[in-house]
Nanobody, 126 residues
């Protein structure tokens, strides 16, 4: 059984930084792409960033490019999201996700991921 546990959320001011982390267990982590999504009340869960199983490629939502950086440590089975220059519109619950299948191409669709963490709240005040 896969378990994903996020940490690192909080309340910050616009322009500040936060680093989210996600610890995974229950599957061979190094075989699976990982992603971060976010959701605000009343809206669909939105893709933020993804990284390949070996870390050689990443992609990002256009609005976070240049501000957010995804990374992973396969030895520790963790994935992180460094968020800089935060804006009030980044306020959301952030979820890490593990891909449905191993060794696949990067994907941004929710249905490509079948394991989710419980979420961590990020609030950015103006």
């Amino acid at each position: 059984q896969v378990r994903l546990v996020e940490s690192g959320g909080g309340l910050v001011q616009a322009g500040d930084s936060l680093r989210l982390s996600c610890a995974a267990s229950g599957r061979v982590f190094s075989r699976y792409n990982m992603a971060w999504f976010r959701q605000v009340p009343g809206k669909e869960r939105e893709f933020v960033s993804a990284i390949t199983y070996n870390g050689d490629r990443t992609n990002y939502l256009d609005s976070v490019k240049g501000r957010f950086t995804i990374s992973r440590d396969n030895a520790k089975s963790t994935v992180s999201l460094q968020m800089n220059s935060l804006k009030p519109e980044d306020t959301a619950v952030y979820y890490c996700a593990l891909a449905r299948l191993p060794w696949t191409l990067l994907a941004h669709r929710r249905d490509e991921y079948d394991s989710w963490g419980q979420g961590t709240q990020v609030t950015v005040s103006s």
